[in-house]
């Protein structure tokens, strides 16, 4: 059965304090890796996808990496309006077309 | 503008009630889901719909039923045989990997 973790739970940040935040995942057959934000309230927001090993992609203040079992959110000089839950997301032959989730990171960063 | 509407954005429920969340896209996507949200918990696959007059149980398809009718539409219905149906919904379409959401409807039970 495919899974999806991630860590930590709940992260607090000073504005301008780097940090990472992970999504593990343990699945057969990766078809793609996906990264999204979520505001209270609201539906996510698609960030990026990852499909191989050694994949990176940018946004802003925003980096995702990619292994063979794990994703990393890199936010450099995070902002408050960065905060935000951050949810990963998987595709793999088990499923087909469709989504496994894991329960996010909720991360806030302070003035 | 191009999107995926869900309405209404809050439904209130009373015991034994059936209720219809609304979900219509017009990204011309083929795939759609639904997605329960509850508090701490990641999104739990309801339904998904490949193709017009076709969908598939997911993983918490008791008490939930769906029609595809058209290629827009995804709508969900929430029975009186869900017993714990307070939570957040979300709908999604999907092409080429990549999910696209709606802003939600939240569901309580009154």
């Known amino acids: 059965e495919d899974q999806v973790t991630q860590s930590p739970e709940a992260l607090r940040l000073q504005e301008g304090e780097s940090s990472s935040l992970n999504c593990s995942y343990t699945v057969s057959g990766l078809r793609g890796l996906f990264w999204y934000r979520q505001d209270p309230g609201k539906g996510p927001e698609f960030l990026f996808t990852?499909?191989?090993a050694g994949e990176e992609k940018e946004k802003e203040r925003l980096k995702a990496t990619l292994t063979k079992k794990e994703s990393f959110l890199h936010i450099t000089a995070p902002k408050p309006e960065d905060s935000a839950t951050y949810l990963c997301?998987?595709?793999?032959?088990?499923?087909?077309?469709?989504?496994?989730f894991g329960p996010g990171t909720r991360l806030s960063v302070l003035p | 503008d191009g999107g995926i509407t869900q309405s209404p954005k809050y439904l209130f429920r009373k015991e034994g009630q059936n209720v219809t969340l609304s979900c219509e896209q017009n990204l011309n996507h083929d795939a759609m889901y639904w997605y329960r949200q509850d508090p701490g918990q990641g999104l739990r696959l309801i339904y998904y719909?490949?193709?017009?007059?076709?969908?598939q149980k997911g993983d918490i398809a008791e008490g939930y039923s769906v029609s595809r009718e058209k290629k827009e539409s995804f709508p969900l219905t929430v029975t009186s045989a869900q017993k714990n149906p307070t939570a957040f919904y979300l709908c999604a379409s999907s092409i080429s990997g990549e999910a696209f959401f709606g802003q939600g409807t939240r569901l309580t039970v009154v």
């Open positions: 997301a998987v595709i793999s032959d088990n499923y087909g077309q469709n989504f496994v």
């Open positions: 719909s490949q193709i017009v007059n076709d969908f």
């Open positions: 990852l499909y191989s």
